[in-house]
C-alpha cells in the first residue's frame, strides 16, 4: 500500500502555490498513491484560494479512492477550519509518531492499522 507525505513548504497556502500544489497532488495519485498525509506545520495562513485549493485536492482523492489525512496544522489554521466547518470534511490529526487510522477510511483500500506521521 502506497502512503505518502507531502509536507507543504509555503508559510502562505494561495492562488500562486495552490494550482502548483495539486498538480503535484493529482502526480502522486497517478503514480499509485492511495493514502495522502498533509503535513500543514510550515503553513500559517490559508488564503480563500488556498482553501478551495484542499476543497478540490479533497474531492479529488475521494473520487480516486484514496485517503487524505491532514495533519500537524498551526493554530491559525486550525482555528480556520473550525470556523469554516472544514475540520468535519478531512480527517484532522495531531503532530505526532504514529496514528490509528480508522477502518472505515482504509476498507476501501485494503485496510492499514497505523501511519506514522
Known amino acids: 500500500m502506497s502512503v505518502v507525505k507531502v509536507t507543504l513548504s509555503p508559510e502562505v ?3 500562486a502555490n495552490a494550482v502548483h500544489f495539486q498538480k503535484e497532488i ?3 495519485i497517478e503514480n499509485g498513491g492511495k493514502i495522502l498525509m498533509l503535513d500543514l506545520k510550515n503553513v500559517t495562513f490559508l488564503t480563500n484560494a488556498g482553501l ?3 476543497v478540490s485536492i479533497m474531492k479529488l482523492v475521494k473520487a480516486s479512492n484514496c485517503i487524505l489525512l491532514i495533519s ?6 486550525r482555528m480556520l477550519f473550525e470556523l469554516t ?8 490529526f495531531p503532530s505526532g509518531e504514529e496514528i490509528s ?3 472505515e477510511l ?9 501511519v506514522a506521521l
Open 52 to 54: 478551495m485549493t484542499l
Open 72 to 77: 500537524s496544522m498551526s493554530e491559525q489554521v
Open 101 to 103: 487510522v480508522p477502518s
Open 106 to 114: 482504509t476498507e476501501k483500500i485494503g485496510g492499514l492499522k497505523s
Open 26 to 28: 493529482e502526480k502522486i
Open 13 to 15: 497556502l494561495e492562488s
Open 85 to 92: 466547518g472544514l475540520e468535519q470534511m478531512f480527517n484532522c
